[in-house]
């Protein structure tokens, strides 16, 4: 299925998150009813982390890879669509 990443249990900051971030070809970010999808090829690393990062600075949870494609938070909509 996934590969999942413990961001809860060991935070993972700053530079560190961009790290993983910047891997994917395509990262969903949920929150609530809300889903945007990023692209570090053409998105900033600003706006990715703004979307990815918590208010601690840290990389939302859950975190799943899947492939090249990354899933930060959580929408029930998003993980319908994207894991199969």
Known sequence: ??????????PIMGDKAWELLKE??????????????????TDSREIILAHCLGRTGSLRAPTLKTGTRLLVGFNDEMYRAYIK
């Open 24 to 41: 994917a070809e395509e990262i969903i970010v949920g929150s609530g009813k809300k889903m945007v999808i990023l692209h570090p090829a």
């Open 1 to 10: 299925m996934g590969e999942t990443v413990e961001a809860r249990r060991a």
